[in-house]
């Protein structure tokens, strides 16, 4: 059986161990990086640099609400405003393992310059067990290369440690709220390390950004109030998608063109296999009804996803 504090104490060891210089971090927000950043900060203290990165693809308001939670934990955080350079490195591209390898690349080069100006010899990340066996290796077969292990560049000037690289996303909450935690981080549903350009299925320019950026806003928001309410349970991840097409809808009397959203929902423990959420239609309804609303010159259609993981993956790239 799995014994968070006696992960910690092995942990702790073995960084101090290992990490005898200034060590960088790349932080999101997320359980598992910030899991990463406190149990590494609990090592090596002030040794420690938390690079929080704006690739422009993070969710309504996500950086400065992140860096805030991060500061409140007692780290030491920078934020890095890196939106243009990733924009266009992903102009023109569509295809999603090359989105992942350029998102993977990009993290790395913004954490290397980073590195270098804090004279850190050591790059801290918060991967975990489902990044690298669905990322391919030896017999396993690739499900999509996650940016933080099939994304990662061949030359990388420092070395990469990874304190949760055997765990499942359950036991890092585990160890999360051992750690002391607040339990809205230590629960808080998964975001992808590439952000919404994997919500975004083609091009993400910064257009579609603006929209599934929105339309999982208001996703979040809806199916949380619905859980205040108890009018239903919490899945443990919901989201917006955003297709490559666009609907003919109507808009009172006159025509409209608009995209396609979809409404993703699932349960599951560790990210491995998953079921969709059977949301309430009432639910489903206040949704659609608020993203066409809000989104009106731009959504004409929403629909939500039934597939389970597998045949389907959790996110769509």
């Known amino acids: 059986m799995f014994n968070s504090q006696n992960f910690i104490d092995n942990a702790v ?104 100006k804090e004279n850190a010899k050591y790059f801290i990340q918060g991967t975990i067990a489902p990044d690298w066996i669905e990322s391919g290796g030896g017999l396993r077969d690739r499900i999509k290369s996650h940016h933080n292990v099939a994304g990662l560049p061949e030359k990388i000037e420092f070395k990469i440690i990874e304190p949760l690289r055997d765990l499942y996303k359950d036991e890092v909450r585990l160890v999360g709220k051992a750690l002391g935690l607040p339990e809205e981080v230590y629960e808080r549903q998964p975001f992808p390390g590439p952000g919404l350009a994997v919500r975004i299925l083609g091009e993400a320019d910064p257009e579609k950004v603006r929209i599934v950026r929105e339309a999982c806003a208001i996703v979040e928001e809806e199916i949380d109030n619905a859980v205040k309410k108890g009018e239903m349970s919490k899945p443990w991840q919901y989201f917006a998608v955003l297709l490559p097409c666009k609907a003919v809808g109507v808009h009172g009397d006159v025509r409209a063109y608009g995209h396609v959203v979809v409404v993703r929902a699932v349960e599951s423990m560790d990210g491995m296999s998953a079921a969709y959420s059977k949301v309430p239609h009432s639910v489903l309804e206040r949704i659609s009804v608020r993203i066409t609303n809000t989104l009106k010159d731009d959504v004409s259609r929403v629909v939500f996803d039934i597939t389970n993981k597998p045949p389907g993956t959790i996110e769509y790239e």
Not at 14 to 25: F, K, L, N, T
Not at 64 to 79: D, F, P, T, W, Y
């Open 13 to 116: 060891k073995e960084i101090r161990e290992q990490v005898d210089g200034i060590a960088v971090v790349g932080v999101s927000g997320g359980v598992d990086s910030t899991t990463a950043a406190v149990l590494v900060n609990k090592a090596i203290g002030d040794r420690l640099r938390c690079v929080l990165v704006d690739t422009g693809y993070m969710r309504k308001n996500e950086i400065e609400n992140n860096a805030q939670m991060l500061r409140k934990l007692g780290l030491n955080v920078i934020v890095v405003d890196a939106k243009a350079r990733f924009w266009e490195k992903l102009k023109g591209v569509v295809e999603p393992e090359k989105k992942r390898k350029i998102i993977g690349e990009q993290f790395i080069r913004v954490f290397e310059e980073i590195a270098r």
